[in-house]
């Protein structure tokens, strides 16, 4: 049965993302995924933050000239003779437009088994193009080439849209076997591999599966020599508002004991305050070593499983 998620490959999801055009929703490509896997319910677990990029170049009329602009830029320059002045007068004269793209990474994600890593992650982004601007400012032409992709005073326009929103197909990651690479790579347990193997070992691991709250973000970093290493992030992929753990300055007992109670209610599932504190999101550090306190002491509202796991937490510290 598990062949049937390593059947959807890079060529299949790209070829997916192409044919399909977003509506208003993005019901119709979980759908179309969906029917591709039918014994693994998959699901939109997180829409990342709105970004954006440079685009192309297009007409007054919105007539594509160029799908990027760096490359026509470069490419009409040599065209040019290599001299700025007449590249910035062919601009002016044909009214060039630069586009911007903006979009959102759409992450899904696919549970294969019950621990915290076995789950296939599926990033497409979901792209729009409008204008952003007339190539040249009239009253403040670029000095060079690299101003003139990217201007520090642009001319801006009243945006439009250009063609239709589209899917780009970007990664799909079979976590486990992802965290087996990076782990090949790392003498010390990679912060991420441990924070997997404390959830599978820890209450919240008997309520929900890790992707229910967490997703990866795989990213390449420059090691020493310059090589280039991958490496991933953890990411919350919360859809509940869940907010600060309250100030613990003084908090010990039973009134830290409510705040810890509230806060996992909210979020959905038992010890969520120790891997939001070891994210750093919401929960202060100090939390750790006060509620170690009280259950080395007089009070004992942590299970076993759980009280192992910040033991080794106040041991050995770790943050992700």
Not at 29 to 37: D, E, G, R, V, Y
């Amino acid at each position: 049965m598990a062949e049937q998620i390593f059947q959807l490959d890079g060529p299949q999801l790209a070829k997916i993302c192409k044919s399909t055009v977003p509506g208003l929703d993005d019901e119709f490509l979980l759908a179309k995924l969906q029917s591709l896997n039918p014994s693994y319910p998959m699901r939109l677990a997180k829409v990342g933050e709105e970004w954006y990029r440079l685009g192309g170049v297009v007409d007054m009329d919105g007539n594509r000239i160029a799908n990027d602009l760096v490359e026509w830029t470069e490419r009409t320059y040599i065209e040019c003779g290599k001299n700025l002045q007449t590249l910035i007068d062919h601009a002016r004269q044909q009214k060039l437009i630069a586009t911007r793209q903006t979009g959102n990474t759409l992450h899904f994600v696919v549970q294969t088994g019950p621990k915290a890593e076995q789950f296939v992650q599926i990033d497409i982004d979901k792209t729009h193009e409008v204008s952003d601007r007339l190539l040249v400012n009239e009253h403040n032409p670029p000095e060079d080439l690299e101003e003139f992709i990217d201007p520090l005073d642009p001319e801006c326009i009243e945006a439009f849209g250009v063609g239709a929103a589209r899917y780009f197909y970007r990664r799909k990651a079979d976590v486990a076997i992802f965290m087996d690479e990076i782990n090949k790579y790392h003498i010390e347990e990679h912060p991420v591999q441990r924070f997997m193997d404390d959830w599978n070992r820890s209450s919240a691991q008997q309520k929900v599966v890790l992707s229910e709250d967490w997703i990866i973000r795989p990213y390449r970093n420059t090691g020493r020599f310059g090589e280039q290493i991958i490496n991933v992030e953890i990411i919350n992929a919360q859809q509940k508002n869940v907010p600060q753990l309250e100030d613990i300055n003084g908090k010990k007992g039973t009134s830290l004991h409510n705040l810890l109670t509230r806060f996992d209610r909210q979020a959905g599932y038992p010890f969520a305050w120790f891997f939001y504190m070891v994210k750093g999101k919401l929960v202060s550090p100090h939390t750790g070593g006060a509620v170690f306190k009280d259950v080395s002491g007089d009070f004992s509202y942590l299970p076993e499983r759980d009280v192992a796991v910040l033991k080794d937490w106040i041991n050995t510290p770790y943050s992700v």
